[in-house]
């Protein structure tokens, strides 16, 4: 059996960027009986920059029902929430002493995170990489599905788990990877011609999994373009490039052929294409959103989800515990 471990910020009801970057591949690996699956909700991490408690509370519940609404079925796999796991801060702590100052500087997340916020340089978030490398190895994972964005950090996380177990001289933790189904890591770009969808980009740049059907027309039909090609088969600039990425997701080969076509004979017309973008996206995420109102109402039902989660997450993170403190001698009585 090998041990499947990922995790999102709850920042609310994830993004198109977030489904087919990682949470379709949760779903995926769920299935198969090979995986034992272990999904969480990271709320420790969305404090390190300054947060609203009540906002957070209720941005946590969103983040399960968006879980559920995906198809993790808790019968399946643990879905728990970060900071009901008291064993991941211990681990974190002890790993902190394995992980050097200059290395945590280098990390690009790190370097752009104190460019957005230079008020707010605290030391959560430049141990960052530490925490989440503890929710990586309390399981002692050997796969992790995630979006391209978080392959440094799973270098990281192998590297804190290759330096425990050569101080210690052990083979306690395996190194594990970062996985998707597609082989490659991918990253969904924004509608605002950047290169990533992001919860914190531009108003535009992201589709979220409860849009409603004109809020996404809407934020489609204002996706940026250009004037269109002057020759034939130009190369595609970043911005329309995008919007055909976009398309290779939610749209048919069919439609994808077409667009393309019309592009490299310069008859593309962006309208009809974002028209056609716009009613494949409402086509993906309309029961999504169905199943996500249908399950914010029912909070039992949510506790109860991740009050069961957390007890079967705490039993594995125990047992990872006791073996490293008795590893590096806490163990005296
Ligand atoms: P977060 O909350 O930003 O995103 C959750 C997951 O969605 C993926 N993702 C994307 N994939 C493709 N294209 C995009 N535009 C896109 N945007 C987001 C992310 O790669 C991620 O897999 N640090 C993590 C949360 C975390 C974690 C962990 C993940 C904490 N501890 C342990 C795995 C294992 C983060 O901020 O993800």
């Known amino acids: 059996m090998e041990i499947v471990v990922s995790g999102t910020r709850p920042t609310g009801v994830l993004h198109l960027g977030n489904y087919f970057g990682a949470v379709r591949n949760y779903v995926r690996m769920s299935e198969?009986?090979?995986?034992?699956?272990?999904?969480?909700?990271?709320?420790?991490?969305?404090?390190?920059?300054?947060?609203?408690?009540?906002?957070?509370?209720?941005?946590?519940?969103?983040?399960?029902?968006?879980?559920?609404?995906?198809?993790?079925?808790?019968?399946?796999?643990?879905?728990?929430i970060q900071s009901h796991l008291p064993q991941i801060p211990e681990l974190y702590l002890l790993l902190n002493m394995l992980a050097y100052k200059g290395e945590l500087e280098k990390v690009a997340t790190f370097k752009e995170k104190i460019k957005m916020h230079s008020e707010n340089i605290n030391a959560g978030l430049m141990t960052y990489p530490v925490l989440m490398a503890?929710?990586?190895?309390?399981?002692?994972?050997?796969?992790?599905?995630?979006?391209?964005?978080?392959?440094?950090?799973?270098?990281?996380?192998?590297?804190?788990?290759?330096?425990?177990?050569?101080?210690?001289?052990?083979?306690?933790?395996?190194?594990?990877?970062?996985?998707?189904?597609?082989?490659?890591?991918?990253?969904?770009?924004?509608?605002?011609?950047?290169?990533?969808?992001?919860?914190?980009?531009?108003?535009?740049?992201?589709?979220y999994l409860d849009d409603g059907d004109d809020e996404i027309r809407r934020?489609?039909?204002?996706?940026?373009?250009?004037?269109?090609?002057?020759e034939p088969n130009q190369v595609k600039p970043q911005e329309i490039k995008n919007i055909f990425e976009l398309m290779d997701i939610v749209s048919a080969p069919d439609t994808i052929r077409h667009f393309n076509d019309a592009y490299n004979n310069c008859n593309i017309r962006y309208g009809d294409m974002k028209k056609q973008l716009a009613?494949?996206?409402?086509?993906?995420?309309?029961?999504?959103?169905?199943?996500i109102n249908e399950l914010l109402v029912n909070e039992d039902y949510l506790h109860k989800v991740v009050r069961k989660g957390g007890e079967a997450a705490r039993e594995s993170a125990d047992k990872t515990i006791s073996g490293v403190k008795k590893i590096m001698g806490l163990n005296y009585f």
């Open 32 to 80: 198969d009986p090979n995986y034992t699956c272990y999904f969480f909700i990271a709320d420790y991490h969305s404090l390190t920059t300054h947060h609203q408690p009540a906002e957070l509370t209720k941005l946590v519940k969103q983040t399960i029902a968006t879980y559920l609404a995906c198809g993790l079925d808790p019968k399946k796999v643990v879905i728990y």
């Open 219 to 230: 934020k489609v039909m204002k996706a940026k373009t250009d004037g269109g090609p002057t």
């Open 134 to 207: 503890s929710d990586i190895i309390i399981h002692r994972a050997h796969k992790v599905p995630v979006g391209k964005d978080q392959e440094q950090h799973l270098e990281m996380t192998r590297n804190f788990a290759k330096r425990f177990n050569s101080r210690y001289d052990v083979d306690f933790f395996p190194e594990p990877v970062a996985y998707n189904f597609g082989s490659e890591l991918i990253k969904v770009p924004g509608l605002d011609g950047s290169l990533k969808m992001s919860k914190s980009g531009a108003a535009n740049n992201a589709v």
């Open 279 to 291: 009613e494949d996206m409402i086509k993906c995420i309309a029961p999504f959103r169905q199943k």
